[in-house]
Every structure is written in C-alpha cells, then in structure tokens.
C-alpha cells in the first residue's frame, strides 16, 4: 500500500487511459458510473469533458431529472437539460439512469401545497406517464421510488404515503413498467445495509413482485465514512436482495472522511446540522497523506467485497466525478471541505484510484 501510495501521489499527467480506466478494468465485472452535473452535461468542464468518457460507462443526473426542476408547473416540463443529457451519454456511449421519478424531497412548490387525493393522484400519474414515458428506448434504467424508508424500515410519512396510502409504490412500478417497458426499475434508498432498514426494503420488493410488477433492481446508495465502513451488513445485504431475484447496485457510493457529529446517521437532505461546528472541517487545504492511505484502504476494502460477488452487482456508481463536486462539502454541515471520490478538485486520479483499479487484478 505505500508503495502504491507513493507512486500515485506522484501521478500529474493525463490518465493513459489503456491501463488505468475504471470502465475498462471492471467491463466484465460491472458498470461504472457517476453523478452528472449540469455543467459537465454541457460541457462546460474541459477536464471533466476529458475524463467523463474516459472512466465511465453509466450515468446519473444529481439534480436535472428530479421534479422540481423537470416538472416545475403543473402542465409546465424543462426537459433541455435531460435531454441533453440523453444527447450527451449517447454520443460517449455511456448508460443513463434516470434520477428520480417518486422522491419526497425536491418537490416542486405546488405539490407540496397538494391537499386533495384526487390532485396529487393526477400528478403522480402525469409525471410519472410523462417524463418516463418521454425517454423510453432512450434511458437504460430509472429509480422509479427513492428513499421510501425510515431507518426502523417502516415506510417514510411523504406526502405520498398520507395522501395516496401503501400502494403508492407498487403504483409508481406499475405505472413505470407502462410508461417506460424498455427501461430496468429500482428502488433506491441510503442505509438498507442495516438490519431494520433492509428488513423493511425486503419486504417492499416482495409486495412489487407479489402484485405481478417488475422490479430489477435494488440500489444500496453507499454514502458511508472511513471510519465506520459496515462492511459485513454490506455483505449480508448483497445475499439477501440477491436472493429476492433481483440485482445489486451501489447507486451513490462516497466515502466521507471527516467527523460527523455524534450520532448523526443519515443521508437525509432535508436534515443537516446548525450551531457550533468547531472540530468538523479539520482539513481546509489539503487532506493528510495519513488520511489518503485510510481512504484508499477503504475502497480496497469495498471493491475486493464488490468483487467477490460480481455475480450479484450490475453497477457501482460514485456520487459525483471530482471531489469539490461531491454533496458532502455541505452536508450534514455547510461549508466543509471533504474528500470522499477518486478524482481530486484538478480531476487528478487519488491513490484510492490506484487502489481500486489494483483490486480487479488481485480477484478478476
């Protein structure tokens, strides 16, 4: 490891992308994929345009695709930037997921205001008809329902759940399966490698196959910390989904370095932390070449477990390309500087990098 450590810190060039690509090393094992922004969707980024194609052949849009900023009025759809997403991953030969069509979160304003049944009915059947059924044989897979969960595995109070009660889900598969035929459907949510939670999402699968509607997948999001990386109830979560039929995915994997404060558990973006701070940002301008070996360490850890169950997984995808992109610079407090991806703010490849793309040649 430092040997390894030492040679990647002294990487500065482009990548040569014949010996060190992640789409590449791991083509026969599973896709790989990130988040997307807006920007690199346009091409704004020169070094994320460069790297994009490079490393990845899978795709998820952080924001462009969610309904508050696709559906923003009642009868009013901005489809230009997903569409030019759709545009952008055709021409890099790069698999999109679509990201999110049911979320509780990033509502637009008018359906949080939603009182009557039958209201919210008419929109949950109209987006979910429409922007699914707008990128059908264009897009490879959806989260058809998001975060649906609470972390005893009971189902999320959303506005969906009090207004249009438990079939909510099976509905939203259903009406995916319809709208989009030609698309893969998951279900996506954060912790359901824990016990409770992924009791809870089990049984949430088992109620979509028992009404007869297709679910292909499971996507574990895999927003963890270095210091506590569960690794065996990531293990026992692949078998136990594997078992239902259905794939494994890590649809939004970062590993955060930073202390979080006590007891905080959650990739809630609706929860976060206020008041004193002091302690939480301990690396403003740099991370420590300790904390560098301990990330890496980290990722080995999880890609050697990713590969012992190849079999099983169908995708792994980093929330976001670079580090000064990643959510966890503002969550679960403002303004810290973190480290969680594989590419560095300049687009430089990390020793974890290295690491991960040395874990295929120990297991493939």
């Known amino acids: ?32 994929g990130t988040a997307l922004s807006q920007d690199q969707v346009y091409e704004k980024e020169p070094d994320a345009a460069r790297l994009i194609p490079q490393q990845f052949n899978a795709a998820t849009p952080e924001n462009i695709m969610k309904a508050a900023l696709i559906h923003p009025g009642w009868s009013e759809y901005h489809f230009e930037a997903a569409d030019k997403m759709i545009e952008y991953c055709q021409k890099n030969a790069i698999k999109v997921n679509g990201h999110t069509l049911i979320w509780h979160s990033q509502l637009p304003a008018y359906v949080r205001r939603i009182r ?13 008809n429409t922007v699914a059924g ?55 949510d954060y912790n359901i490698e824990q016990p409770k939670k992924r009791s809870g999402a089990i049984e949430l699968v088992k109620k979509i196959q028992a009404a007869g509607v297709r679910i292909d997948a499971v996507g574990i999001q895999g927003h963890w910390n270095i210091d506590h990386l569960p690794l065996q109830q990531i293990e026992e979560s692949i078998l136990a989904f594997a078992a ?4 494994v995915m890590f649809t939004e994997l970062d590993l955060g370095v930073l202390p979080n404060p006590r007891g905080f558990n959650t990739a809630d973006v609706n929860q976060g932390v206020n008041g004193n701070t002091t302690g939480l940002n301990p690396y403003p301008n740099g991370l420590p070449d300790s904390v560098q070996i301990k990330l890496s360490k980290g990722y080995e850890k999880l890609f050697l477990l990713f590969m012992k169950h190849r079999d099983k997984i169908s995708r792994v995808t980093f929330w976001g390309v670079n580090d000064g992109q990643s959510w966890l610079n503002n969550f679960p407090v403002r303004g810290r500087t973190n480290y969680p991806l594989l590419f560095d703010r300049q687009y430089k490849p990390k020793p974890a990098f290295y690491t991960v793309i040395a874990t295929q040649k120990k297991t493939g």
């Open 1 to 32: 490891m430092c040997a390894l450590f030492a040679a990647a810190c002294s990487v500065q060039r482009p990548l040569d992308t014949a010996h060190a690509s992640l789409k590449q090393t791991f083509k026969n094992d599973f896709l790989i």
């Open 116 to 128: 009557n049944r039958d209201s919210l009915r008419l929109f949950f059947n109209e987006h979910i």
């Open 134 to 188: 707008r990128y059908n044989g264009r897009i490879f897979s959806w989260d058809v329902v998001n975060e649906a969960l609470n972390e005893d595995g009971s189902l999320r109070k959303s506005i969906f759940l009090e207004q249009l009660g438990e079939s909510y889900i099976v509905d939203a598969f259903r009406l995916a399966q319809q709208a989009s035929p030609d698309a893969e459907l998951y279900y996506n």
């Open 244 to 247: 239902l039929g259905v794939k």
